[in-house]
């Protein structure tokens, strides 16, 4: 069994703050604790549901599930996800750029997975689908870049860099491989695998309409 954990890039530091990456981890923070002290009463509330998404109910929810979590090891994955590619897009497109292409690729991965189950009960969350979409755009920008990552094979632990391409690449492909397993839940823990195609296809095709031309610019200097 194996895995790899991408820690950032090796072949580049942002050049400004990451500001919104930092904000968006805390409130995912933040919206897990209210999980925890709210229960599944809270997360029924708040996650998607398809069925009633269809029916015209709880709009808000697109937005707001993909701030939650089914697990401690459901946000500590995505949120090291996040920071290992977020930072550089983020220094790419500048924190407000930034800020809107994550929330439009999480409500576009949350609408791709609802459209293959408009009529499921399952609460759908998490952030993955809107870190996909990051993901998407990291392979577009930074494609030769370099990823830091630890790469774990059964009981062999080593910290070393991965190409982007190749990383979000087999990323991608085990996504497609994997694609008929149910929606992330709370009850099955399974994986919402057309949230992260729909996510990753956003962030590749629009990453160019959100980036900062004068940021690119200086990151050349």
């Known amino acids: ?9 090796a072949t580049r530091r942002p ?20 999980e925890l002290r709210g229960g599944e009463p809270f997360v029924m509330r708040w996650s998607v549901i398809p069925a009633d998404i269809v029916a015209g109910h709880h709009w808000i929810n697109v937005l707001t599930g993909m701030f939650m979590h089914a697990s401690w090891s459901h946000i500590i994955g995505n949120m090291v996800f996040l920071w290992a590619f977020g930072r550089e897009i983020e220094d790419a ?11 439009v690729g999480g409500v576009v ?38 990823i830091r990552s ?10 070393t860099v991965i190409p982007a391409a190749l990383l979000i690449g087999v990323w991608f492909v085990i996504q497609l491989v994997s694609l008929g397993a149910v929606a992330t839940t ?23 309409l959100f980036e900062d031309p004068r940021r690119l610019a200086a990151q050349r200097v």
């Open 15 to 34: 050049l400004n703050r990451s500001v919104a990456t930092a904000l968006i981890i805390l409130v995912n923070a933040l919206v897990f604790l209210l």
């Open 93 to 103: 497109m500048g924190p407000g750029r930034y800020l809107a292409f994550y929330l």
């Open 186 to 208: 709370v009850q099955t823990g399974g994986v919402a695998y057309v949230a992260h195609i729909g996510g990753m296809i956003f962030g590749a095709l629009t990453a160019r």
């Open 1 to 9: 069994m194996g895995t790899v954990i991408p820690l950032g890039d």
């Open 150 to 159: 630890i790469l774990v094979i059964f009981i062999f632990v080593r910290v």
């Open 109 to 146: 991965a949350m609408l791709a997975q609802l459209g293959v189950s408009p009529g499921s009960t399952v609460p759908n969350l998490g952030a993955s689908g809107a870190i996909a979409a990051v993901m998407g755009a990291f392979l577009v920008t930074y494609p030769r870049d370099k």
